[in-house]
């Protein structure tokens, strides 16, 4: 499956971003998904990931209760609403796709093997 993720951008300290992470040539059934980032000189990290069957969701604890994993059938994408921004979430944003996550290894290291990944979305967060 090819990921496409789109949604990124400079917003201000406080502000609200929703990225979205598409498929193309099929649709995320028996997938699951998932949205890490990557801050400048640091390591790639789990922020959140859902399973599409179902909708168990999963996020890190960094970001809990500012930002909102969800499905949207209809166009067949999984979005991000990210609210209440900080500085420190500035990083490049990417999404993942993969089969066969139960719902204990959501926020695990399961999506470093196996997984379809997409392009990086830059969100920036200014002080």
């Known amino acids: 499956v090819q990921l496409q993720a789109s949604g990124g951008g400079l917003v201000p300290a406080g502000g609200s971003l929703r990225l979205s992470c598409a498929a193309s040539?099929?649709?995320?059934?028996?997938?699951?998904v998932a949205w890490f980032r990557q801050a400048p000189g640091k390591e790639r990290e789990f922020v959140s990931a859902?399973?599409?069957?179902?909708?168990?969701?999963s996020y890190a604890d960094s970001i809990k209760g500012r930002f909102t994993i969800s499905r949207d059938y209809a166009k067949n994408t999984v979005d991000l609403q990210m609210n209440s921004l900080k500085p420190e979430d500035t990083a490049v944003y990417y999404c993942?796709?993969?089969?066969?996550?139960?719902?204990?290894?959501?926020?695990?290291?399961?999506?470093?093997?196996?997984?379809?990944w997409g392009q990086g979305t830059l969100v920036t967060v200014s002080s």
């Open positions: 040539g099929r649709t995320f059934q028996g997938y699951a």
């Open positions: 859902i399973r599409w069957s179902g909708g168990s969701t």
């Open positions: 993942a796709a993969r089969k066969g996550v139960i719902l204990s290894a959501l926020n695990s290291d399961i999506w470093f093997d196996g997984s379809h």
